[in-house]
């Protein structure tokens, strides 16, 4: 078989009816807005027009930072249909993080909110990038202006399974962010297997709160809801009682924990509420056993926890129904997540790649259609995270257990996982050491009641000089992704070190385990 472009794939599996509803949201001005197949087909046209008008090199790179809105995503499916690549961009990064993703992907297209027109404008430009349209979460800016005088008709560009469609950027341990490169077979096999896995069926409804610029949020659930011809419900923000009030007209959520945290607050989530509802699913960070049992407790479901990552989209998930493949077993089992996927290869090793028997702890290596092709002009960095014999070294590290759950018992590498965010302290520590009066720092994570994880900085001052936590925390707003700015800053005397003058990062944890507690 010819392999398709994502995008046919998708659009084959819309309803034969194009005029139902397949996306509801409400616009900011509060209005209820309803958007068919019909418009999607089109809408996607429209920007997939102007993007084949532009004649961009194959391959070129469309970079976006917009706030959430039914025509981002749109725009997520012109660039695919166009057969350009998608490079989705958090909204919370400042004009230094922009700077580095635009220095690095070198973007042909990058599209950004009216309002931050004037400052990313100029970083594209100066980076060599040659159009630059603006796109509102309330329908105004040039790209659909621009759009609107194109075609609603669209051949899509065809693919091969092993052609790029977006790239992800995702941070390091050490130095600067890499872009995972995401190819249409690596999207399209694990939307297909995860539409059977979690039993996607007709009537299904989607509601999708999520931000759409991670894996999370832009793949699993949007090609969920797409590949079954299924509606969403879509929120631009994540808003507990907005969710409660879909719930009724809805069947399927995601979230990341603290999502889930947040709407245990509500007294309104009851097991009537959530009556109408066939799965919720969550995953991005750990979920507590403690939101696992109360969720059961107060709406009778049980969650059903997968885990992933951006270069591998998602790697296991417990069973949603007794599954043949796993000896039967239906259990969703909390503080796990389930059995590798349908395609997906799972080893546990030791630090010398040496296969670990059941039930021991080591490093999670995995294999298979939805694996990555690797990090964007970076060969080496691409080579040192794969085995010899082609496994990807994922930096987590877990165990499986004799009835072959996998289980996450912590990291390799050094990372922070907030609300779902991933947080590199080495980052965070290289900001903190640049500012006037610090000799070093440190960044831990340090358990949260809301997001699960925050970090916390210790500051060492130069000899002579006193700076402040809140100051130096301060300083750090001003030029980094809110969700990256540590909750707490410390000024202390030195930093505890073990006898190869190490930081002893676990001692600093231990320390602070208990600040929001
Ligand atoms: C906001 N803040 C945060 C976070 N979000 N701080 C730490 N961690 C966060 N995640 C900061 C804000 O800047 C603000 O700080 C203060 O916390 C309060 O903000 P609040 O209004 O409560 O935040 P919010 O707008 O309600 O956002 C919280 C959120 C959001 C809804 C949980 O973070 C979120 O949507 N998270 C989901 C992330 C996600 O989709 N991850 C998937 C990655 P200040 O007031 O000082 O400015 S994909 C992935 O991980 C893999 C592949 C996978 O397996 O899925
Ligand atoms: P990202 O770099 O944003 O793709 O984040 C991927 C990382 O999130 C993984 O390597 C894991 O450390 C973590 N992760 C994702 N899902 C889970 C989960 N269900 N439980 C624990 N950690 C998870």
Redesign the pocket.
Known sequence: MTFQNLFTALRAAFPSDLDQTAVETTAPDGQTLRYSWRDLEHASARIANLLASLQLPEGSRVAVQVEKSVEAMVLYLATLRAGYVFLPLNT?YQSGEIEYFVGNAEPAVVVCTPGNFGWVSKIAFTAGTQHVFTLGDDRTGSLLERAAHHAAEHVPAVRGADDLAAI?YTSGTTGRSKGAMLTHGNLLSNARVLQDYWGFEPGDVLIH???I????????AIHAALLNGSKMIWMA???PKAVLAAMPRATVFM??P??YV?LLAEPGLTKEAAKNMRLFIA???PLLIETFTAWQQRTGHTILE?????E????TSNPYSADARHGGQSERRGSTVGFPLPGVGLRVVDDANRALPVGEIGNIQVQGPNVFKGYWRMPEKTAEEFTADGWFKTGDVGQVDERGYVSIVGRSKDLI???????YPAEIESAINELPGVAESAVVGVP?P??GE??VAVVIARPGAQPEGEAILAAL?AQL?????P?RCFVATELPRNAMGKVQKNLLRAQYEKLFA
């Open positions: 919370a992800l709160a999520l931000p610029f991670h894996v999370h949020g832009l793949f699993v923000k994540f808003d979230g990341v603290t999502l947040r995953g991005s960070a997968r885990y992933g990552m951006s591998t989209i998602m790697l996982i907030s609300g779902g965010y991933n947080v949260h809301d997001f925050v970090g707003k992704a809110n969700f990256k700015i909750k």
